[in-house]
């Protein structure tokens, strides 16, 4: 009990279990507990008031935050789709290109083949003629034709083998172009995935509680892209493929009107 009693000591009063105090005395030590208990409520009523003001602030200020975070994640995630759909329809033109070109390609082919009969005709028709003897061996009107038509022939399998070569090329271009943009729209895609499941990662989704933030993911790796680094480098790659798509409608009629 007496280490019990001394923590309601009043200061400048003696204690003793044998020491007898007036009524005085005991009214003057109540009325200062009263005051000190009085005092060190205010106090945490202080604090308590004072506690939920920096609650209410914090609340305040982290929504604002997180406002601002998810309007920025909403923007990039509409960002990324918005190249990735565009890489996607550049994609299917230079898809649609290539197959074209190997459908012109298979045709040119075919009517390089159909030149060789007709060459190979016109040259056993020479061996023949050459073996004609005295004056028959003549630079006859049918040695004219055939000669004249031999070298068409010869002109045409020439246009026809160039021009093949020119489709293969042309093809090259546009698989490479095709290529750049599959990996950049396979990995804007992953990029989009990301950013969604980034931005569900709130307080309010239970499984985001599991999460331990590490400071060092705060810091960019130095091959990050700036965006307008990242903005560059995509438009560059679907400008560069558009041009090849327009090489190859350029290309196409061309072949076929000189078919």
């Known amino acids: 009990m007496a280490t019990s009693a001394s923590k309601f000591r009043t200061p400048g009063f003696p204690h003793s279990k044998f020491l007898q105090h007036s009524d005085h005395d005991w009214k003057f ?7 000190l208990a009085d005092s060190d409520c205010s106090k945490s009523e202080s604090v308590v008031v004072e506690s939920e003001r920096l609650c209410q602030e914090t609340q305040e200020r982290t929504e604002k ?5 998810e309007r920025k994640f909403d923007q990039r995630i509409a960002d990324v789709d918005y190249w990735r759909q565009e890489g996607d329809k550049c994609i299917a033109k230079l898809q649609d290109c290539l197959d074209k070109l190997a459908h012109l390609k298979t045709r040119l082919k075919k009517a390089l083949e159909n030149c060789k009969e007709p060459i190979l005709a016109c040259k056993k028709a020479m061996m023949e003629r050459d073996k004609r003897l005295g004056v028959d061996m003549v630079q006859d009107k049918p040695q004219m034709e055939i000669q004249k038509y031999q070298v068409f022939l010869e002109d045409i399998f020439t246009i026809l083998d160039k021009t093949i070569q020119e489709v293969e090329d042309q093809m090259i271009s546009d698989r490479a172009a095709k290529q750049r943009l599959l990996r950049d729209v396979t990995d804007k895609q992953a990029a989009l995935e990301i950013d969604t499941h980034a931005s ?9 509680k599991a999460f331990k933030f590490d400071p060092q993911l705060m810091i960019p790796e130095n091959s ?5 680094d990242w903005e560059r480098t995509t438009r560059h790659n679907i400008e560069k493929a558009e041009r090849e ?10 072949v076929e009107v000189s078919g």
């Open 29 to 35: 030590n109540n009325t200062y507990q009263y005051n």
């Open 65 to 69: 935050y997180k406002t601002q975070v």
């Open 200 to 208: 569900s990662c709130r307080p309010e989704n239970l499984a985001s």
């Open 224 to 228: 990050s892209l700036t965006l307008a």
């Open 245 to 254: 798509v327009k090489n190859s409608w350029d290309f196409i009629p061309r």
